[in-house]
């Protein structure tokens, strides 16, 4: 993986392709490469790094064609550099990108090495490349080679492939990884997300599982899974190139962080009244599924397993249902137990996250109630593939970190807390209060935003440290949890999260004056408990950092480390402090001058295990 771009047109591709390679950065990568047809045959570029370094190569050593491929690429076989970048030539003749993994590449590689084939590379994705060009020697056309090719593929893939024998043609297929295609005026495109092509069209047709698709210049067909025509819904995608541009911030992260009061406000719009959640905004007849609901399974992964974890101790504390939370990559090997009447939540910010996806079809197997997404992107996999839908409509999230995808995942878990809540005969006065408290997020968002100079003061004492630990407790402890990993994610400090009350049973023994720990302290029963667990870092000489409700009876800190939040409720309270704590990240990331938005090592979208 990680990002594809593809064109067939009437006009040089290349510009296009670096365009649709730069829209792709936020994925994640650590190569780039490109292949055009020309009247010469197969020419390509390729680069690790950036994709800048491939503009300037390109720039050095131009090429130009009216067909073309390209990739950003995050090493899963083999080194990030130049010999591994896609795209991947086989003979000359055929030229493919690939996303995703191939899982028995070692048994094709062997078998197509016998059959004559050279290998250059360390990848999964040459052995893709040489099979459709074997198909080819055998009378084959390109997109009947790419069909018997995947065929032989064991895992999950998005492809693009052009070959010299067919000019002017793009085949792309799709199995586990995503893969869509942009109508033109005389032009078609391939993109591995819309993002790719919102340059260029926004009309956009979204592939199903198992999909071909053969793009010229002047048209576009779609074939299924057994190789029929099939016709596919176009849509006019309301994504702006605008959208995903930086403005005046210095990093998208940063950007995003402050598009959490907008972010919010778009996820309750048309869902909630002064007092009350409105109907059907699961879907039309929702409320017949939702009555029977006595228990919630919730998979997810990184950012959107901590939203989980927040809405479990709702779920069970104002509702009553019992709910489980776990990450999809652990659910989905075990052998799973159904209570009847459960219903399967699965959480994802792009819909496309592999290891959610396999849960979500694995759960089909086991018999839930049903099944809710909770995603970000409207026509992704998950949303297509679940029962019923909430949409949280954070906009488009660049920075590889997550930040308003989990601030607008805890705003729709509420949602479906307070639909909960209702069917379930919580008393209306209770109801009224929770929705008039959930309707002040986006007010509250913004208030904690205000504090930002404050928190990059507070950062200055984190430059230098190389570990720290996040506590909390109740629904607190999650929050703790994405602080930490928003840590280390971009500032690359080793950070753990623990409940506080855990304290004594282990993590007290690394606190000294060189770990600095990060406390979340809400206004709530359990204030006076996690007092003591201060005083115990204090006692240790420990260098405490205090995010505490404004109205929490907490001691003054004259060294500048404890800072008041107003978060306008126990209920949206999780929300309101996760903003510190990403400020926190992501300053200290900047004064240790790391890439904050394309953290090393990481990708935005994981469409392989």
């Known amino acids: 993986m990680c990002g594809i771009v593809a064109a067939a047109a009437q006009r040089d591709v290349v510009p296009i392709l670096i365009a649709g390679l730069k829209a792709l950065e936020y994925r994640g990568y650590d190569s780039a490469g490109l292949c055009v047809l020309d009247n010469n045959g197969l020419e390509r570029l390729r680069m690790p790094g950036k994709v800048r370094e491939l503009e300037a190569l390109y720039?050095?050593?131009?090429?130009?064609?009216?067909?073309?491929?390209?990739?950003?690429?995050?090493?899963?076989?083999?080194?990030?550099?130049?010999?591994?970048?896609?795209?991947?030539?086989?003979?000359?003749?055929?030229?493919?990108?690939?996303?995703?993994?191939?899982?028995?590449?070692?048994?094709?590689?062997?078998?197509?090495?016998?059959?004559?084939?050279?290998?250059?590379?360390?990848?999964?994705?040459?052995?893709?490349?040489?099979?459709?060009?074997?198909?080819?020697?055998?009378?084959?056309?390109?997109?009947?080679?790419?069909?018997?090719?995947?065929?032989?593929?064991?895992?999950?893939?998005?492809?693009?492939?052009?070959?010299?024998?067919?000019?002017?043609h793009v085949v792309g297929a799709r199995r586990g990884s995503p893969l869509c295609a942009g109508i033109g005026i005389g032009e078609h495109f391939l993109g591995s997300d819309v993002q790719a092509l919102i340059q260029v069209t926004n009309r956009i047709v979204y592939l199903e599982e198992g999909d071909v698709v053969e793009i010229r210049r002047e048209s576009m067909q779609v074939y299924d899974g057994e190789g029929q025509p099939v016709a596919r819904a176009v849509r006019d995608s309301e994504l702006s190139a605008d959208a995903v541009e930086r403005g005046e911030y210095r990093h998208y992260m940063l950007k995003e962080i402050h598009e959490q009061p907008v972010a919010a406000a778009n996820t309750l719009e048309g869902r909630i009244s002064d007092d009350h959640v409105l109907p059907n905004i699961f879907g039309v007849d929702a409320d017949a599924l939702l009555s029977r609901v006595k228990r919630i399974q919730i998979v997810a992964c990184g950012t959107s397993f901590h939203a989980g974890m927040v809405a479990r101790y709702w779920l069970e504390g104002i509702v009553g249902l019992p709910c489980n939370v776990e990450v999809a990559s652990e659910y989905r090997y075990r052998n799973v137990v159904v209570p009847p009447d459960t219903l399967f939540v699965a959480i994802s910010q792009s819909?496309?996250?592999?290891?959610?996806?396999?849960?979500?079809?694995?759960?089909?197997?086991?018999?839930?109630?049903?099944?809710?997404?909770?995603?970000?992107?409207?026509?992704?996999?998950?949303?297509?593939?679940?029962?019923?839908?909430?949409?949280?409509?954070?906009?488009?999230?660049?920075?590889?970190?997550?930040?308003?995808?989990?601030?607008?995942?805890?705003?729709?878990?509420?949602?479906?807390?307070?639909?909960?809540?209702?069917?379930?005969?919580?008393?209306?006065?209770?109801?009224?209060?929770?929705?008039?408290?959930?309707?002040?997020?986006?007010?509250m968002l913004a208030e904690a935003l205000s504090l930002e100079p404050d928190i990059a003061h507070m950062a200055q004492q984190f430059v230098h440290k190389h570990h720290a630990l996040f506590l909390g407790r109740g629904a607190h402890y999650p929050v703790a949890m994405e602080g930490a990993l928003k840590l280390k994610e971009i500032s690359y400090i080793h950070a753990e999260a623990y409940p506080a009350g855990e304290l004594k049973h282990g993590p007290l023994a690394l606190v000294d004056e060189d770990m600095p720990v990060v406390a979340v302290a809400p206004n709530n029963q359990l204030l006076e408990k996690l007092k003591s667990n201060l005083?115990?870092?204090?006692?240790?000489?420990?260098?405490?950092?205090?995010?505490?409700?404004?109205?929490?009876?907490?001691?003054?800190?004259?060294?500048?480390?404890?800072?008041?939040?107003?978060?306008?409720?126990?209920?949206?309270?999780?929300?309101?402090?996760?903003?510190?704590?990403?400020?926190?990240?992501?300053?200290?990331?900047?004064?240790?001058?790391?890439?904050?938005?394309?953290?090393r090592n990481l990708a935005k979208s994981v469409t392989v295990e």
């Open 351 to 443: 819909g496309e996250t592999a290891d959610t996806l396999a849960a979500l079809r694995e759960g089909k197997r086991h018999g839930y109630l049903g099944s809710l997404a909770i995603c970000n992107v409207p026509e992704s996999s998950l949303v297509r593939e679940s029962d019923l839908v909430l949409m949280t409509r954070a906009g488009p999230e660049i920075g590889v970190a997550s930040t308003k995808a989990f601030t607008t995942q805890l705003a729709a878990l509420a949602l479906l807390m307070l639909e909960l809540a209702r069917l379930n005969g919580v008393e209306p006065r209770k109801l009224r209060e929770l929705t008039g408290e959930l309707a002040r997020l986006p007010r």
């Open 535 to 599: 005083e115990e870092v204090r006692a240790r000489g420990g260098e405490l950092f205090v995010f505490a409700d404004a109205a929490a009876t907490l001691p003054p800190d004259d060294n500048g480390r404890l800072l008041r939040v107003a978060t306008g409720g126990n209920l949206i309270a999780p929300a309101v402090f996760t903003v510190p704590l990403q400020l926190l990240a992501y300053h200290v990331a900047v004064l240790r001058g790391t890439d904050v938005d394309q953290p």
């Open 59 to 168: 720039k050095t050593s131009p090429v130009s064609g009216l067909t073309g491929i390209a990739h950003t690429r995050w090493a899963t076989h083999g080194a990030p550099n130049e010999t591994n970048a896609h795209p991947h030539v086989s003979r000359e003749t055929v030229a493919v990108v690939h996303n995703g993994i191939i899982e028995n590449h070692a048994a094709l590689r062997e078998e197509l090495t016998g059959a004559g084939y050279r290998f250059d590379s360390q990848t999964d994705t040459e052995v893709i490349a040489h099979l459709i060009h074997h198909q080819m020697t055998q009378g084959k056309g390109l997109r009947e080679a790419v069909v018997a090719a995947t065929g032989r593929l064991h895992g999950a893939y998005a492809i693009a492939a052009i070959s010299r024998e067919e000019p002017g």
